[in-house]
Nanobody, 123 residues
Framework: QVQLVESGGGSVQAGDSLRVSCAAS????????MGWFRQAPGKEREFVAA????????YYIWSVKGRFTISRDNAKNTVYLQMNSLKREDTAVYYC????????????????WGQGTQVTVSS
């Protein structure tokens, strides 16, 4: 079992930055790949970013490339999503998730999920 707890969400203005964190605990939490997803009201859950267990490789949806950065600190069992130049369309509940699969963009491949943290961007 891997337990995930997100934090760091909030309300910001367009153009601002925000960092959300995901604290992981449980068996072999540092040996799984981690992903961030988001879900806006009335929309399906969407892949945002993923990072391999070692942190050597990262993946992003095209709409956040150059603005968001995923990272992990395995010593702290924590994964981060640094979000810069935020836009209104980034407003969503952000979830972190853990997977042993290499198909990072598909949410059905993730076995463990956090409860989510709200990010609201206003203009």
């Amino acid at each position: 079992q891997v337990q995930l707890v997100e934090s760091g969400g909030g309300s910001v203005q367009a153009g601002d930055s925000l960092r959300v964190s995901c604290a992981a605990s449980g068996r072999t939490s540092s040996s799984v790949a981690m992903g961030w997803f988001r879900q806006a009201p009335g929309k399906e859950r969407e892949f945002v970013a993923a990072i391999t267990s070692t942190g050597h490789s990262t993946y992003y949806i095209w709409s956040v490339k150059g603005r968001f950065t995923i990272s992990r600190d395995n010593a702290k069992n924590t994964v981060y999503l640094q979000m810069n130049s935020l836009k209104r369309e980034d407003t969503a509940v952000y979830y972190c998730a853990a997977t042993e699969s290499e198909y990072y963009q598909n949410p059905t491949n993730y076995n463990y999920w956090g409860q989510g943290t709200q990010v609201t961007v206003s203009s």
